[in-house]
T-cell receptor, first 112, second 114 residues
Framework: GNSVTQMEGPVTLSEEAFLTINCTYT??????LFWYVQYPGEGLQLLLK?????DKGSNKGFEATYRKETTSFHLEKGSVQVSDSAVYFC???????????FGAGTTVTVRA | GAGVSQTPSNKVTEKGKYVELRCDPI?????LYWYRQSLGQGPEFLIY????????DSGLPNDRFFAVRPEGSVSTLKIQRTERGDSAVYLC????????????FGAGSRLTVL
């Protein structure tokens, strides 16, 4: 079945540091890939997505590239802010699928 | 509504009791999902509605769990004879269409079974 494995946390960074959260997946066919973010006290929100190989999703300074050869969708941000402190979830939906499979989440804390 | 609304936001109950959790999706969204998020884990799929019907309930853990969406809008997740292991945040999400398009999630209902 479909599954997602993401880097364990927690991750603690200083402001303006570089952030990478690794995500790899297992799926048949050509899944769509997502990063969702959960800020403290809020619901899950879509951060970015990519629907085919080599696509790059980007939003709020975050980027992730769909790498089929390595079955990866790593999240990166060049300079984090305190407001980026949140839990980040990698997710996928399989080809012709209607539901998301999530990773376990990575807690990121950015210190001023 | 402007977003997905879930009530109650917090529910504390005793083992063996019956619980209902409500989800009010975005107006016009035909697809509705329930997920369960245990502490330190990602959301796990429970059930998916397309309109009024449960198109996929394969994620429901056992027959103590049941969900309805009688008019194709509001949904209720019902848990009978609650157990301590049912403690989790129950998330509802909705979207238009039938594919795994971008889901809009509610803030969740945190259930604690003592």
């Amino acid at each position: 079945g479909n599954s997602v494995t993401q880097m364990e946390g927690p991750v603690t960074l200083s402001e303006e540091a570089f952030l990478t959260i690794n995500c790899t997946y297992t799926a048949t066919g050509y899944p769509s890939l997502f990063w969702y973010v959960q800020y403290p006290g809020e619901g899950l929100q879509l951060l970015l997505k990519a629907t085919k190989a080599d696509d790059k999703g980007s939003n709020k300074g975050f980027e992730a590239t769909y790498r089929k050869e390595t079955t990866s969708f790593h999240l990166e941000k060049g300079s984090v802010q305190v407001s980026d402190s949140a839990v980040y979830f990698c997710a996928l939906s399989g080809s012709n699928d209607y539901k998301l499979s999530f990773g376990a989440g990575t807690t990121v804390t950015v210190r001023a | 509504g402007a977003g997905v609304s879930q009530t109650p936001s917090n529910k504390v109950t005793e083992k063996g009791k019956y619980v209902e959790l409500r989800c009010d999706p975005i107006s016009g969204h035909t697809a509705l999902y329930w997920y369960r998020q245990s502490l330190g884990q990602g959301p796990e799929f429970l059930i998916y509605f397309q309109g009024t019907g449960a198109a996929d309930d394969s994620g429901l853990p056992n027959d103590r769990f049941f969900a309805v969406r009688p008019e194709g809008s509001v949904s209720t997740l019902k848990i009978q004879r609650t157990e301590r292991g049912d403690s989790a945040v129950y998330l509802c999400a909705s979207t238009q269409g039938s594919g795994a398009n971008v889901l809009t999630f509610g803030a969740g209902s945190r259930l604690t079974v003592l």
